[in-house]
């Protein structure tokens, strides 16, 4: 079992930056991929990014390409959002969350789909707003 705690949202003015945390505590974390998701007021949660076991990385939605990055240190069980000129409409709660790979897939998978991951955290707001 894991639990995942994202810190690190704030009000940011456009075009600024943040890092968001996600601590994740519990079993081992090298075998699972992370996600960052993000859900803006009256919309569906959405799948920005994910890295693997391996620490490949897929980013799912362009408007975020160039603009956010992934990374994990599996040593400290952390993973990391790091988000740069930020736009009005990134504001949105951010959630990171960890899946478990199917078997013979374990270095390489991840995924855009929130049905597939099974540990969340709780969120943390990002406002960016002037």
């Known amino acids: 079992q894991l639990q995942l705690v994202e810190s690190g949202g704030d009000l940011v003015q456009p075009g600024g930056s943040l890092r968001l945390t996600c601590t994740v505590t519990?079993?081992?974390?090298?075998?699972?991929?992370i996600g960052w998701f993000r859900q803006a007021p009256g919309k569906e949660r959405e799948g920005l990014i994910c890295i693997n076991s391996s620490g490949g990385v897929t980013t799912y939605v362009d408007s975020v390409k160039d603009r956010f990055t992934i990374s994990r240190d599996n040593d400290k069980k952390l993973a990391f959002l790091q988000m740069t000129s930020l736009k009005t409409e990134d504001t949105a709660v951010y959630y990171c969350?960890?899946?478990?790979?199917?078997?013979?897939?374990?270095?390489?998978?991840?995924?855009?789909?929130?049905?597939?991951?099974?540990?969340w955290g709780r969120g943390t707001q990002v406002t960016v707003s002037s």
């Open positions: 969350a960890a899946l478990v790979p199917p078997m013979g897939q374990i270095e390489n998978y991840c995924s855009a789909s929130h049905a597939e991951y099974e540990y």
């Open positions: 519990g079993y081992t974390l090298y075998f699972y991929a």
